[in-house]
């Protein structure tokens, strides 16, 4: 499977695209205006940002506890209920003079589920489409993610604004709605991959044995261990230049854009499995031009050429289901993205308290200069995983 045409003539994957579409879009558009009602309420910077980010630390819990629900529940029952659920608790956020404590409460509850959810959606998109077309579809997913957050910050900030954030956050639960509806009608009731007992003992069982092999373990820290530290990079566009700092965003979204054109569309299976370690490098290297103080122009071009390199996300985890049995799919798939979020969060922290003592120019350069020592360390090892047969993971270090 080599063209978008052939993505979408794929029965089911319009199903999944759409709903991943609103669900996007209703996060992007609810967490700005959760993050503007919640600096309204209390004047805190802090309590704003992680009323907007906060969530993914909360994965961490969730990869913990509910991801063996990821193979052992009923796709198209999880993500029509999870969607539900995500439009229920973004409507309650928006009842007048509600506490900030139970905000954050059903932000907290919001970011748990979102693991099951992410092992769920990515799992359910490998039977979809098996082999080359997993990364193809992945990519269309990522574009998605792009635009909808493009489009989303763009009319939430709107609706904020003209109308109010609560409206605004009425508006989040509409789009979940939409996004369970597309759910519930375009999804075949398969079965799950697995079974057994769902619980946190066994979700953490499961999270021992795919940690277990050395293949996968690698190809977890080269992505967690880089991206956190890049998206630390990022944390600080803000600090950096108030002023330019949405088109700072907006060139690495674009750029995010074109990396998964080239490597989801062009690229074979077999070129893909050689340009992990240079998408790696591609992406921290370039913030390391942060050390001089550049021109706008400049700023941009480093930032759009930096974001390329997220692509890696993708050969990744192509490399991660070659490596993995297929009743673990669902979870291994949901640990990587939640461990990601976690790392992205950690991340942030980091530059932010380096930033804190010195300038925010010496953060984003020593969170770059710390990614690409990490991926020096950890690439000679990827590079074996990456001559391995597919299917060739064990449950045992090689």
Not at 64 to 69: D, E, K, Q
Not at 134 to 156: D, F, K, P, R
Not at 159 to 186: D, F, K, M
Not at 357 to 364: A, E, F, K, L, W
Request: overall charge positive; aromatic content about 8%; hydrophobic content about 50%.
């Amino acid at each position: 499977m080599r063209t978008y045409g052939e993505l979408f003539r794929t029965p089911e994957f319009s199903a999944v695209f759409f709903a991943y579409s609103g669900q996007i879009a209703a996060q992007t558009v609810s967490g700005l205006a959760l993050g503007t009602l919640i600096y309204t309420a209390t004047g805190s910077p802090l309590l704003s940002a992680l009323a907007m980010f906060g969530p993914s630390l909360a994965q961490l819990i969730g990869a913990s506890t509910l991801l063996s629900g990821a193979d052992r529940l009923p796709p198209r029952t999880v993500l029509t209920g999870m969607s539900l659920v995500f439009a229920l608790s973004t409507a309650a956020q928006a009842i007048p003079g509600l506490p900030v404590w139970v905000v954050f409460t059903i932000l907290f509850g919001q970011g748990m589920i979102a693991a099951l959810g992410g092992g769920v959606s990515f799992g359910l998109l490998n039977e979809i489409l098996p082999g080359n077309g997993y990364v193809l579809g992945t990519s269309v997913l990522s574009l998605a993610t792009g635009v909808m957050q493009i489009g989303g910050y763009a009319v939430g900030g709107v609706l904020v604004t003209s109308l109010s954030p609560r409206v605004a956050l009425l508006i989040g639960a509409a789009l979940h709605v939409i996004a369970a509806v597309v759910a519930r009608a375009g999804l075949s009731d398969r079965p799950p991959r697995a079974s057994g007992r769902i619980s946190a003992g066994e979700t953490w069982r499961n999270n021992v044995r795919l940690w277990s092999d050395k293949g996968r373990r690698y190809v977890y820290l080269s992505f967690w261990i880089p991206c956190g530290l890049v998206v630390g990079c990022e944390s600080l566009y803000v600090s950096y230049s108030p002023r330019y700092a949405g088109a700072m965003f907006a060139f690495g979204a674009f750029g995010m854009l074109v990396g998964d054109v080239l490597t989801g569309r062009l690229l074979t299976p077999r070129q893909r499995g050689r340009i992990g370690v240079p998408l790696l490098l591609l992406l921290a290297v370039p913030h390391l031009a942060f050390a001089w103080r550049l021109s706008l122009p400049a700023a941009l071009a480093a930032v759009m050429l930096a974001a390329i390199g997220y692509s890696a996300n993708w050969v990744l985890q192509e490399r991660l289901i070659s490596l993995t049995p297929a009743d673990l799919t669902g979870q291994a798939l949901g640990l990587y993205t939640s461990g990601m979020r976690a790392a992205q969060g950690c991340g942030a922290a980091l530059a932010g308290a380096v930033a804190e003592v010195s300038s925010p120019s010496t953060g984003i350069v020593a969170s770059a200069v710390a990614a690409v020592l990490s991926i020096l360390i950890l690439a000679p090892a990827l590079r074996v995983t990456s001559s391995l047969p597919v299917g060739a993971g064990d449950d045992g270090d090689r």
